[in-house]
């Protein structure tokens, strides 16, 4: 694939032009500059919060804050989640997608996790545009994820098991999108197929992930399963036996010589030698693999959100994962 243009930071400019999600990552940017970072319970944080809020507004949507407090080192801090759903589409079947908006303190968090909110604010963007959805689809973005427990989807899903546990169980499907713009990237799929080593697969996952490699697939896309990541934020839904899925292009782990024949890219170097650090910045992201995995996610949330024959929520399956509860 040619690659005829770059930005004046260096970064390649996607044959089909600079991605819209790009122009989210330079507002965290600019944010990051002014407010030092995004880390939950900081003014970085509401401010990227109040942006997020601002585009959704601007594409007909109503958002919602879900306040919650958490203790670190013995501090206590308050902090939110986002959620937005579109008017349409029923909602005893609903597909959920979402992405941390919190980053790791001193940190721009640009590819961890800019880059998963800013492609989660342009799928709905694609879908408030669209009439006559069958299933509801109901977006979220997360704080307090960069901690251990995944605090806000923790939240979410705790309040709703406890509060309204029919509403749990009408969720079909959680899609989770935590970086998809690492600079030596892997296109990645999180992999239904086997058993996980604390807890099943939940029925529907295989489903999710055959939306992403069938899209890849036609796109002539290499692409590789990756094992779930345990600390990110649909670790909730699957111990609810909810199906889940996601994209992914790699944190610190080094690219093996397969991955690069495949991806291109340097072997044996970490997919974001950034991770966690104060380079996770504007300047070390791939444009063209946000492009790919934007595309890629909005096709995903239409297909799933037009499909009569969609994902069963969890009432409707027979036996729920081990271990779930």
Request: net charge negative; glycine share 8%.
């Amino acid at each position: 694939m040619k690659l005829s243009r770059r930005l004046r930071s260096g970064l390649v400019i996607p044959p089909g032009g600079v991605p819209a999600a790009y122009e989210h990552l330079k507002k965290f940017q600019a944010l990051a500059e002014e407010h030092g970072d995004r880390a939950a319970g900081t003014s970085g944080y509401e401010a990227a919060a109040r942006y997020v809020e601002h585009q959704l507004a601007s594409a007909g949507y109503r958002s919602t804050r879900q306040y919650f407090t958490f203790k670190h080192r013995g501090e206590q801090i308050e902090t939110f989640n986002i959620l937005a759903e579109t008017a349409s589409g029923s909602d005893e079947n609903v597909i959920m997608l979402g992405a941390h908006l919190d980053g790791v303190p001193g940190c721009p968090a640009i590819n961890d996790n800019g880059s998963g909110v800013a492609a989660v604010l342009e799928a709905a963007k694609a879908l408030g545009r669209q009439e006559g959805l069958s299933n509801r689809v109901r977006f979220a973005w997360w704080g307090a994820e960069e901690y251990k427990k995944e605090y806000g989807s923790r939240h979410y899903v705790k309040h709703l098991a406890k509060s309204d546990s029919a509403a749990l169980d009408r969720i079909a499907a959680y899609l989770n999108f935590d970086m998809i713009a690492s600079p030596n990237p892997i296109i990645a799929v999180y992999d239904a197929r086997d058993p996980k080593p604390h807890h099943d697969v939940p029925e529907g996952s295989r489903q999710i992930m055959d939306v992403f490699t069938d899209y890849f697939d036609t796109h002539d896309q290499p692409w590789v399963a990756t094992d779930w990541d345990e600390d990110s934020d649909q670790l909730s839904f699957v111990k609810k036996g909810v199906a889940v899925g996601g994209l992914y292009t790699g944190d610190d782990q080094k690219k093996t010589t397969k991955q690069a024949r495949l991806f291109g890219g340097t072997a044996k170097r970490p997919c974001d030698p950034n991770y966690h650090r104060p380079g996770d910045d504007l300047s070390n992201v791939d444009l063209e693999a946000l492009s790919l995995m934007t595309d890629a996610i909005t096709h995903a949330a239409t297909r799933l959100a037009h499909d009569h024959s969609a994902l069963k929520p969890a009432r409707h399956r027979r036996t729920p994962p081990q271990g779930s509860g």
